[in-house]
């Protein structure tokens, strides 16, 4: 978590998964950084197992590729329960502003791509059991779309990026009578 709450690695982690592997040059030119310091980058996130050489050789020309695409930030123990809001709060600025793009460029997208996308906000009323339920039923939803991100090979035809970006969290006051212990970590799916 501590490694991707870093707004560059989560950038750079973020282009591996959707352009494929690159190295840090090509990165650089990409997010606007010099190649030393993605590099620097990349050694960081390939040392947290979130990346991977695309071949064993170290020349000059070293691309990466993401390990595995996808993440679950869960809440944890207080250290990493730091780490998992730092992150989450990377997360958070990276959805909105994709969708303040995606507000800015629809209007080029086919309109079946338009009336297909989807913004909404629902209030539930749910115990503990049901919303780990609902939260567990949504990840496995969206799994097998997930793997494609991280091996080009598996996308369909025709197929663009989409984000998904789920967030379920209580309003309000806690209930009286439930439970308030929580543990968790990064998922990788």
Same mark, same amino acid.
């Given at each position: ?31 606007? !950084? ?22 064993? !050789? ?31 709060? %990377?997360?958070?600025?990276? %959805? ?50 997930? !793997?494609? %991100? ?40």
């Amino acid at each position: 978590m501590r490694a991707l709450a870093n707004p560059l690695r989560y950038a750079l982690y973020e282009l591996l998964a959707t352009s494929g592997p690159l190295t840090a040059t090509e990165a650089a030119a990409i997010v606007g !950084q010099s190649p030393t310091t993605c590099s620097f980058h990349l050694r960081q996130l390939a040392r947290y197992g979130l990346i991977e050489d695309v071949d064993d !050789q170290h020349g000059r020309s070293r691309p990466w590729r993401v390990s595995q695409a996808g993440l679950r930030v869960l809440p944890g123990d207080h250290d990493a329960g730091l780490a998992a809001t730092a992150l989450a709060g %990377v997360l958070r600025q990276r %959805v909105l502003a994709r969708l303040g793009q995606w507000d800015e460029e629809k209007s080029a997208w086919p309109d079946a791509w338009q009336k297909s996308a989807d913004e909404a906000d629902h209030l539930l009323y749910v115990t503990l059991d049901e919303l780990t339920e609902l939260k567990d039923r949504l990840h496995d939803l969206l799994v097998p779309y997930v !793997q494609r %991100v991280a091996d080009p090979a598996r996308r369909p035809a025709g197929a663009a990026a989409v984000e998904a970006a789920t967030i379920l969290h209580p309003v309000g006051p806690p209930p009286s009578d439930g439970p308030s212990e929580v543990s968790g970590t990064t998922r990788r799916t």
